[in-house]
C-alpha cells in the first residue's frame, strides 16, 4: 500500500491508521529488545515475563495467567520459564493439594533484574514514544488503546 496522505489527514483510512500503528510498535520493540540485550542481557519477552511477576499480588502467577498477561502461549511460557529458572530469577511451584496447578514466583535475583531493566525499558519508550507527542496526544492514544485491549480482553460468548 503506497501511502498519499500526510499523518494529519482526518480521513485516513483504518488500514493505513494500522500499517502505521504496527509499523511504529514493531519498531519500538526492536529498539526496547536491543536496548535490554545490549544493557541487561536479556530481551523483551523475559522483560514482559519479570514485568508481570513484579506487579502480581506476592510476586507470583498461577501459569495461565501469566500465559494471558504476557500474551504468550503455553509452549513460548514454558521455555521462557525454563530459560529463566535456570538464572535464578523465578521457580515454578505446584500450588496447594492440586498438582496440576503451577505457579511461577519471581526471586530476588529476578526482582533485581527486573528492576535494572525497567529503567532501561522507560528510558527507551521516554526518548522514542512519550517524549515525541503532547500530553493530550498521549491521553487520546490510551483512550482508545484501553478501549481496544478491554475490547480484546473480553472472553467471547
Same mark, same amino acid.
Given at each position: 500500500?503506497?501511502?498519499?496522505?500526510?499523518?494529519?489527514?482526518?480521513?485516513?483510512?483504518?488500514?493505513?491508521?494500522?500499517?502505521?500503528?504496527?509499523?511504529?510498535?514493531?519498531?519500538?520493540?526492536?529498539?526496547?529488545?536491543?536496548?535490554?540485550?545490549?544493557?541487561?542481557?536479556?530481551?523483551?519477552?523475559?522483560?514482559?515475563?519479570? !514485568?508481570?511477576? /513484579?506487579?502480581?499480588?506476592? $510476586?507470583? *502467577?498461577?501459569?495461565? &495467567?501469566? @500465559?494471558? +498477561?504476557?500474551?504468550?502461549?503455553?509452549?513460548?511460557?514454558?521455555?521462557?520459564?525454563?530459560?529463566?529458572?535456570?538464572?535464578?530469577?523465578?521457580?515454578?511451584?505446584?500450588?496447594?493439594?492440586?498438582?496440576? !496447578?503451577?505457579? /511461577?514466583?519471581?526471586?530476588? $535475583?529476578? *526482582?533485581?533484574?527486573? &528492576?535494572? @531493566?525497567? +529503567?532501561?525499558?522507560?528510558?527507551?519508550?521516554?526518548?522514542?514514544?512519550?517524549?515525541?507527542?503532547?500530553?493530550?496526544?498521549?491521553?487520546?492514544?490510551?483512550?482508545?488503546?484501553?478501549?481496544?485491549?478491554?475490547?480484546?480482553?473480553?472472553?467471547?460468548?
Amino acid at each position: 500500500m503506497v501511502r498519499t496522505d500526510s499523518p494529519d489527514t482526518p480521513d485516513a483510512t483504518p488500514e493505513e491508521i494500522w500499517e502505521d500503528f504496527f509499523k511504529f510498535s514493531q519498531m519500538l520493540n526492536l529498539e526496547i529488545d536491543y536496548a535490554l540485550k545490549e544493557q541487561c542481557g536479556f530481551d523483551l519477552p523475559q522483560y514482559s515475563i519479570l !514485568t508481570a511477576l /513484579a506487579n502480581a499480588p506476592e $510476586k507470583k *502467577l498461577q501459569l495461565g &495467567e501469566l @500465559a494471558r +498477561q504476557t500474551v504468550f502461549s503455553p509452549s513460548r511460557l514454558n521455555y521462557r520459564l525454563g530459560e529463566m529458572e535456570k538464572k535464578g530469577w523465578l521457580n515454578r511451584l505446584c500450588q496447594g493439594a492440586d498438582k496440576r !496447578t503451577r505457579n /511461577a514466583c519471581l526471586s530476588t $535475583k529476578g *526482582l533485581n533484574a527486573y &528492576e535494572a @531493566a525497567a +529503567q532501561v525499558q522507560m528510558k527507551v519508550v521516554r526518548e522514542l514514544f512519550a517524549g515525541r507527542v503532547s500530553q493530550s496526544d498521549l491521553n487520546a492514544m490510551r483512550r482508545v488503546l484501553s478501549s481496544m485491549r478491554t475490547h480484546l480482553e473480553k472472553p467471547e460468548p
